[in-house]
T-cell receptor, first 115, second 109 residues
Framework: EPEVTQTPSHQVTQMGQEVILRCVPISNHLYFYWYRQILGQKVEFLVSFYNNEISEKSEIFDDQFSVERPDGSNFTLKIRSTKLEDSAMYFC?????????????FGPGTRLTVL | GIQVEQSPPDLILQEGANSTLRCNFSDSVNNLQWFHQNPWGQLINLFYIPSGTKQNGRLSATTVATERYSLLYISSSQTTDSGVYFCAVERGGSEKLVFGKGTKLTVNP
């Protein structure tokens, strides 16, 4: 069964460093998403991406964050100059369509720890 | 924005018991999904159920869209059912899933 994959599973970084989280969405999906979950809290939407551009973003997704689809399979989230409060689980998701029948499938997550 | 409320926040069961988890939402939705977050933090898709009833083994779900709620039923619970159950909805005109705070289920042997 096709699944969303994410690398790395864990990432530890120093405050102020840049990190890139990587995702491989399900191959025939067209919509891609990033969500995050701070420990013990609910999952929050960051950004959606379609046709090589951001289609929706939350207020969390400020200039510190960027997304890219560098090739036909990968989808990345870059966090510049990480802060302590960026420590969280980051989930990538993908879906075939948007609106209507739009089941989103989630990857296993990358646990980011900022020291 | 749309509000998603889940109840109860915590639930402790003995193995073999049945349970019902509830998700209320404040506006009409195009999409509703139930997830199980396992102890490793992974989000496992349980149901895509914007309306109607679905069953998958010991789990079933019902969404009454007109009354803005969804129920997740777990029958004959097992210790492996432990974890946090999230409801998430997508409102028309938006692509994002809005999650509730979850129900933490503990099934004791």
């Amino acid at each position: 069964e096709p699944e969303v994959t994410q690398t790395p599973s864990h990432q530890v970084t120093q405050m102020g460093q840049e990190v890139i989280l990587r995702c491989v969405p399900i191959s025939n999906h067209l919509y891609f998403y990033w969500y995050r979950q701070i420990l013990g809290q609910k999952v929050e939407f960051l950004v959606s991406f379609y046709n090589n551009e951001i289609s929706e973003k939350s207020e969390i997704f400020d200039d510190q964050f960027s997304v890219e689809r560098p090739d036909g399979s990968n989808f990345t989230l870059k966090i510049r100059s990480t802060k302590l409060e960026d420590s969280a689980m980051y989930f990538c998701a993908s879906s075939m369509t948007s609106g209507g029948a739009n089941e989103q499938f989630f990857g296993p997550g990358t646990r980011l720890t900022v020291l | 924005g749309i509000q998603v409320e889940q109840s109860p926040p915590d639930l402790i069961l003995q193995e073999g018991a049945n349970s019902t988890l509830r998700c209320n939402f404040s506006d009409s939705v195009n999409n509703l999904q139930w997830f199980h977050q396992n102890p490793w933090g992974q989000l496992i898709n349980l149901f895509y159920i914007p309306s109607g009833t679905k069953q998958n083994g010991r789990l079933s779900a019902t969404t009454v869209a007109t009354e803005r709620y969804s129920l997740l039923y777990i029958s004959s619970s097992q210790t492996t059912d432990s974890g946090v159950y999230f409801c998430a909805v997508e409102r028309g005109g938006s692509e994002k899933l809005v999650f509730g705070k979850g129900t933490k289920l503990t099934v004791n042997p």
